[in-house]
């Protein structure tokens, strides 16, 4: 396993592109309340797409049908948006999105409450939240892959949570899945040194019950096994001299 280092001129490229990536994520949390579909949101999002000239990473890859992966309640990850799915007040609904723009990929993800959620729900979102946040802190030179995954692991079990092991994170670039794979588990300092000017998608998958994860026969649709609730939050972060950067998040004055 390697990674590409990439250029300031490159890494500009995926922050144009997570930029995309961020604003779409963020009209998709607008619009989400009650009553509206999974397939009413991957619309929009491929609406916005072709207005500002953009490709929707996910449509097609490897045979996906839709432009994002949405997941409700139980499902973890690539969930099919459909217009027959409804929301419904008390879900939780994670959109996993990515752009290409001129030759390079951007990449995140959000959990979002339809209306009112239970405690429960919430205190699931803020956790994995807060777990993606210690695992960009250890995005830094110097710094290895375990030291990311134990960032997130030792804080989501501290919080009687269990993070997804069969779905990782990945390297980002031209290709939206390059090497090195980034485990949401692991041992700090072990695994690839981190170096300036490698690109990472971090992405926690974090259950309130068992870890373990199987395929509905859609052929894509992950859910936990047990049927609880999960949650899904990622960002492209840039690791540089001076720490982690990420690159998914609105800036101003950022793309489109």
Request: proline residues 5%; aromatic residues 6%; hydrophobic residues 40%.
């Given at each position: 396993?390697?990674?590409?280092?990439?250029?300031?001129?490159?890494?500009?490229?995926?922050?144009?592109?997570?930029?995309?990536?961020?604003?779409?994520?963020?009209?998709?949390?607008?619009?989400?309340?009650?009553?509206?579909?999974?397939?009413?949101?991957?619309?929009?999002?491929a609406r916005l797409c072709k207005?500002?000239?953009?490709?929707?990473?996910?449509?097609?890859?490897?045979?996906?049908?839709?432009?994002?992966?949405?997941?409700?309640?139980?499902?973890?990850?690539?969930?099919?948006?459909?217009?027959?799915?409804?929301?419904?007040?008390?879900?939780?609904?994670?959109?996993?999105?990515?752009?290409?723009?001129?030759?390079?990929?951007?990449?995140?993800?959000?959990?979002?409450?339809?209306?009112?959620?239970?405690?429960?729900?919430?205190?699931?979102?803020?956790?994995?939240?807060?777990?993606?946040?210690?695992?960009?802190?250890?995005?830094?030179?110097?710094?290895?892959?375990?030291?990311?995954?134990?960032?997130?692991?030792?804080?989501?079990e501290s919080q009687g949570y269990?993070?997804?092991?069969?779905?990782?994170?990945?390297?980002?670039?031209?290709?939206?899945?390059?090497?090195?794979?980034?485990?949401?588990?692991?041992?700090?300092?072990?695994?690839?040194?981190?170096?300036?000017?490698?690109?990472?998608?971090?992405?926690?998958?974090?259950?309130?019950?068992?870890?373990?994860?199987?395929?509905?026969?859609?052929?894509?649709?992950?859910?936990?096994?047990?049927?609880?609730?999960?949650?899904?939050?990622?960002?492209?972060?840039?690791?540089?001299?001076?720490?982690?950067?990420?690159?998914?998040?609105?800036?101003?004055?950022?793309?489109?």
């Amino acid at each position: 396993m390697s990674a590409s280092l990439k250029s300031p001129e490159q890494i500009g490229h995926i922050r144009k592109a997570s930029q995309y990536v961020a604003r779409v994520l963020a009209a998709l949390g607008e619009a989400i309340r009650p009553g509206v579909t999974t397939g009413d949101l991957d619309e929009q999002a491929a609406r916005l797409c072709k207005e500002w000239g953009v490709e929707a990473a996910f449509k097609g890859l490897y045979g996906f049908p839709r432009s994002v992966c949405i997941s409700v309640n139980e499902e973890v990850v690539h969930g099919i948006p459909s217009p027959t799915r409804v929301l419904r007040e008390g879900d939780i609904v994670s959109c996993d999105f990515g752009v290409r723009c001129e030759g390079f990929f951007g990449d995140a993800a959000r959990t979002y409450a339809v209306g009112r959620v239970a405690d429960a729900a919430r205190r699931l979102m803020d956790v994995t939240w807060e777990s993606l946040q210690r695992g960009i802190a250890q995005c830094r030179p110097g710094n290895r892959i375990g030291d990311i995954g134990w960032a997130v692991q030792s804080y989501v079990e501290s919080q009687g949570y269990a993070v997804v092991r069969d779905f990782v994170g990945h390297g980002i670039g031209r290709r939206l899945h390059e090497d090195p794979q980034v485990p949401n588990y692991g041992i700090a300092g072990k695994g690839m040194r981190l170096h300036p000017g490698m690109v990472l998608a971090l992405e926690p998958m974090v259950c309130v019950g068992t870890h373990e994860v199987e395929t509905l026969d859609d052929g894509w649709t992950v859910v936990t096994k047990d049927r609880r609730l999960s949650a899904h939050y990622e960002d492209t972060v840039a690791v540089t001299e001076d720490g982690p950067v990420v690159l998914s998040r609105i800036e101003h004055g950022g793309a489109p």
